[in-house]
């Protein structure tokens, strides 16, 4: 075994010529088309503040900037993210191929359950709009087949090729010949290293959503909010960002923290919104009547909505958790 914990035969050492194809061309190639999804990215934060600011003139209210606070976050951290791998994809580092590898796979997961979101839910938006209900009966079919064309693109079809690009043997062989490791993403296994990432990240939103949403939790049932709920948003953070580093150490312990508090998360909301309108939750996070009203309308925050929309995530989630099981052993 190395120091990183994963087996070895020695150092690592350039394959003879012929052995595999140079793949740093495209590397280069990859490395400048995420750089530029960065700043696409970063774009996306800067419409997320706008968004709300053009929200509030059309409803004629005050502009509630904290509203955009996680948004503007996610997409920056996103944003920093696609060019430290952008870059480190055009030097061929290993460190990049695992990155721009957790992120890819990161974004088609999440990419397909928004499409299978978005097959459920849209119908149901588009039948609720008053423009379509003239509309000719093949109408709402076609939108919705472009609209899941187009998502399936950008959150499917990219982030696919991205996986096999950066998981071929070539590119792995590329950068494992002209950047000798290990490195640091090399101390545990992909799999684990991905949780610890967004367990980091979760932190960090968690830490900032808790103002922005002015401390509303789904708790069992009941909604905390206040002083009492940023303190939970903000116990949770520090537990995940413990984690996190626990995960990349191979704690067993902190996989057993994350996986509890998870599910606990998930069977705390699932209880909440079978009990509570999800509308009451953002009333109480200071959404105007105009927006609840719209919300409303939309029909797409029902209690049953919610409901599966809850159990469709936190089952695959918590799925994953027991599979990354298997790599944490009891130290002899």
């Given at each position: ?194 949780l610890s990432i967004w367990m980091l990240v979760s932190?960090?939103?968690?830490f900032a959503t808790a103002v922005a949403v002015k ?39 902190s996989w057993w923290i994350v996986f509890v508090t ?71």
């Amino acid at each position: 075994m190395n120091p990183y914990g994963s087996p070895s035969t020695g150092p690592a050492t350039a394959p003879p010529p012929g052995e595999f194809r140079d793949r740093r061309g495209a590397l280069t190639v990859f490395g400048v088309l995420e750089i530029l999804m960065g700043g696409l990215c970063l774009l996306l934060a800067v419409a997320s503040v706008a968004g709300q600011a053009i929200s509030a003139q059309v409803l004629e209210q005050e502009v509630n900037y904290l509203q955009a606070i996680p948004s503007v976050i996610f997409y920056g951290l996103l944003a920093a993210a696609m060019g430290f791998v952008g870059f480190g994809s055009i030097g061929a580092k290993r460190w990049a191929r695992s990155l721009a590898l957790i992120l890819a796979w990161s974004w088609l997961v999440t990419g397909a359950l928004s499409l299978v979101s978005m097959a459920y839910l849209v119908p149901r938006v588009l039948g609720s709009m008053p423009q379509m209900q003239g509309a000719p009966g093949g109408a709402q079919s076609v939108l919705l087949v472009i609209m899941l064309a187009i998502t399936g693109f950008f959150f499917v079809l990219v982030p696919g090729v991205l996986v096999l690009f950066y998981r071929s043997e070539n590119v792995k062989a590329t950068v494992e010949a002209f950047d000798r490791g290990p490195d640091w993403t090399e101390a545990c296994p992909l799999p684990v290293l991905t949780l610890s990432i967004w367990m980091l990240v979760s932190a960090v939103l968690l830490f900032a959503t808790a103002v922005a949403v002015k401390g509303v939790f789904p708790f069992f049932g009941v909604l905390v909010s206040g002083a009492p709920g940023v303190l939970v948003y903000w116990a949770l953070a520090a537990l995940f960002a413990y984690s996190a580093w626990g995960l990349y150490r191979m704690s067993i312990p902190s996989w057993w923290i994350v996986f509890v508090t998870s599910a606990l998360f998930g069977v705390s909301s699932l209880v909440t919104f079978l009990r509570v309108d999800p509308l009451a939750m953002y009333e109480r996070m200071g959404y105007s009547e105009q927006q609840i009203d719209a919300m409303r309308q939309l029909g797409t925050l029902s209690g049953p909505e919610v409901t599966w929309l809850t159990v469709g995530f936190f089952v695959p989630y918590l799925v994953y958790l027991v599979y990354l099981r298997k790599y944490f052993r009891p130290t002899d």
